[in-house]
């Protein structure tokens, strides 16, 4: 069964950082390319960043690019999104999803941006 | 703003057959497979139409996807009450190098 679990949200300060990561199991990791997608409360889903199965592209959201940066540890299973110069409209539910097709998707992590 | 365009509302009876639009450009729906989610009330997405009209696994044929152009559609025939949820459409864009999805559409079953 395929499963994504991410973890690490929490509050930060405006101005803060924050690393999330997203433990996948149930399939070859390695295999697949991987995503975040975010959700601000009560609004839509925005696209936030992916990263190729062996990490050699990544690709991101204008509105990240240069404070976020995706990773990947495939001998871990994991999926990361360092997080920086947090601002509070990056205050989001955080997804991690799997392939381009995004075919399954995780519980989400809460970051709150907030002094 | 999304990129890509859905009504924010749509509204069904039981039984009826509804119809969810979703309107790009010919850099990401006229050039690329369109994609739709559902996401149930207070939880995560799950995938419910791929490459424009293909069914995963487990996803009943009341749900059925078109794509035209630059625009798709999603159908939901026979309409139940636990379909009611919003739904979104997605898309890669070639000129943004990201996926971009719809705003959503809050499905009510009356």
């Known amino acids: 069964e395929v499963q994504l679990v991410e973890s690490g949200g929490g509050l930060v300060q405006p101005g803060g950082s924050l690393r999330l990561s997203c433990a996948a199991s149930?399939?070859?990791?390695?295999?697949?390319?991987m995503h975040w997608v975010r959700q601000a409360p009560g609004k839509g889903l925005e696209y936030v960043s992916a990263?190729?199965?062996?990490?050699?592209?990544?690709y991101y959201a204008n509105s990240v690019k240069g404070r976020f940066t995706i990773s990947r540890d495939n001998s871990k299973n994991t999926l990361y999104l360092q997080m920086g110069s947090l601002r509070a409209e990056d205050m989001a539910v955080y997804y991690c999803?799997?392939?381009?097709?995004?075919?399954?998707w995780g519980q989400g992590t809460l970051v709150t941006v907030s002094s | 703003q999304s990129v890509l365009t859905q009504p924010p509302s749509a509204s069904g009876t039981p039984g009826q057959r509804v119809t969810i639009s979703c309107s790009g450009s010919?850099?990401?729906?006229?050039?690329?497979?369109v994609y739709w989610y559902q996401q149930l009330p207070g939880t995560a997405p799950k995938l419910l139409i791929y490459?424009?009209?293909q069914r995963p696994s487990g996803v009943p044929d009341r749900f059925s996807g078109s794509k035209s152009g630059t625009s798709a559609s999603l159908a939901i025939s026979g309409l139940r009450s636990e379909d009611e949820a919003d739904y979104y459409c997605?898309?890669?864009?070639?000129?943004?190098?990201?996926?971009?999805f719809g705003g959503g559409t809050k499905l009510t079953v009356l």
């Open positions: 999803a799997r392939e381009w097709e995004l075919d399954y």
């Open positions: 997605a898309a890669w864009d070639d000129s943004l190098s990201v996926v971009v």
């Open positions: 149930g399939f070859t990791f390695s295999s697949y390319a």
């Open positions: 010919s850099s990401n729906i006229g050039s690329n497979y």
């Open positions: 490459r424009n009209n």
């Open positions: 990263i190729s199965s062996n990490g050699g592209s990544t």
